[in-house]
């Protein structure tokens, strides 16, 4: 399979953290082998071999010494392009206060709380948080959104009626069942179509852990609903995410981005600009003189 000719690929989500800063309350024994500090350095050479020419990190834990590792990283290496940092948005005034400070750095991008991690599933249309989303609307912030299950999709979709300024994000192509029966699919893709009709919906391609898969079954899978996703949003609302150091728990660094290249094999060049480069520029606003320039 031949490569589409880009002047860089931006990979839309990696993370980095150090225990040794604070505490992330899902890192543990059982999430070895990152338990431990993740730095951007460790997986710089697999970046450079996949043609990866900048990053947006993205937040690991609900807390400001996440963000600010984060953004101490950023000034360090010039590969990352964009941080989308936490602000408690069940605290409305502290939320205001700290994104007004994030937004005179260049480098903040937009918004994520670990929604994924609540006891409480429907936490994110909490009257609380609802207000705390009315910043992020009001100022055109990002909010990345993480689907932890079936029903997270309608969760979204209720996120943006409330909301239809709002730039949302859908992590990880919304957890689509890569392992399920007919009907699971079917639930997942229709949910998918009703936030496609909502315009400020975007969509990361990423966190597409295969597993085991000999016969090929997982990954038409994949396909598939990378295709659906083509055709309800548009390459111009999809961006690559590679989710490292996560993905190091199922497979190495890059196997996302060739799942991506098998399903969306069709694409044309303009399509693979926006899904690799293009959308994220666009969606996080990031600065385009800061990106290095990489052939592919």
Known sequence: MTHPPLETIIDAHLHVWDPSRG?????????????????????TPELVDRGVGAVVLVQSADDDFDT??????????????GVVGWVPLDAPAVAANRLAQLRDDPLFVGVRNLIHEREDPQWILRPDVDAGLDLL???????????????????????TRRHPGL??????????????????????????????GHPRVNVKLSGLYLGPDPAGDALRQAGAYLRTALELF???????GGDWPICLLHEKYGRTLDVIRHGLANLDAAGWHDVLAAT?????????SRIAVHNS
């Open 23 to 43: 505490v992330y309350p899902w890192l543990g024994a059982h999430l070895a082998p990152v338990n431990r500090a993740m730095t951007l350095h460790e997986v």
């Open 137 to 159: 609307e009001q100022a055109g912030v990002p909010f990345d959104f993480v689907a932890g299950g079936p029903a997270a999709l309608a969760t979204a979709a209720e996120v």
């Open 68 to 81: 600010d590792l984060m953004f101490e990283t950023a000034r360090s290496d010039h590969r990352v392009v």
């Open 167 to 196: 730039h949302l994000i859908l992590d990880h192509l919304g957890a689509p069942p890569l392992k399920a029966d007919h009907d699971q699919a079917e639930r997942w893709s229709q949910d998918l179509a009703v936030l496609a």
């Open 234 to 240: 548009g390459s111009h609302r999809l961006m690559y």
């Open 280 to 288: 994220a520029m666009r969606v996080y606003g990031l600065d385009q």
